[in-house]
C-alpha cells in the first residue's frame, strides 16, 4: 500500500496547509460589517448632538453678546440681533440693515438651522435699548437638526434680556 501511495503521491496522514480559505475570510469580513454596522450608528449620534449642543450654545452667546455691546455702549451705538434660518447677525442701531458693512453674521453649521421663532409680535430680531440691555422683544429660538426637527433646543430670551438654554 506504501508503494500505492508514493506511486500517486496519495498521503493518509491530514495535509499542512497554510493560510486561509477563501470561506474563512468571508466569514471574518461579514462579522467586521456586523460589528461596524452596531458602532457607527452611535458615533454619528453622538457628532450631530454635539454639533446641536455647540450651534445652540453660539447662537446663546451671540444673543449675550449683542446685549454686552449695548450695554457697554461699544462704538456708541445699541445692538441687536437678527435671526435667519441659517445665520444669526449682530447689527448696530435700532434696525436690521443686511447691507450694512458694520453687521457681524454668523452662519450655523451645515446640518443645524434656527426651526422656529417664537417673540412677541412675532419678530424675526431683537434691539436692546441703551444703559438697560432690555429686549425690544422676548420669547424662544429653537435651534435643530435639519435631517431630524425632532432633535432640538430652546433657547430662552428672558424680559431682562439674558439668554439662555432652557
Known sequence: MSAL???FNFSLSPVRRRGFTLIEIIIVIVLMFI????????????????????????????????RSHTLAAWQDSNYGIHFATDAVTIFPGDNYDPDSPDNITTTLADGVIID???????????????????PSVYGSTTVALSS?????????????????VE
Do not use: M, W
Open 5 to 7: 501511495n508514493q506511486l
Open 35 to 66: 460589528i461596524a454596522a452596531l458602532i457607527v450608528p452611535p458615533f454619528i449620534d453622538f457628532r450631530r448632538s454635539q454639533l446641536l449642543t455647540g450651534e445652540t450654545d453660539n447662537v446663546t452667546s451671540l444673543i449675550n453678546l449683542a
Open 116 to 134: 422656529s421663532l417664537d417673540l412677541t409680535g412675532g419678530a424675526t430680531e431683537i434691539v436692546f435699548a441703551r444703559q438697560t440691555g432690555l
Open 148 to 164: 431630524d426637527l425632532t432633535k432640538n433646543n430652546v433657547i430662552i430670551i428672558s424680559e431682562a434680556g439674558i439668554a439662555y
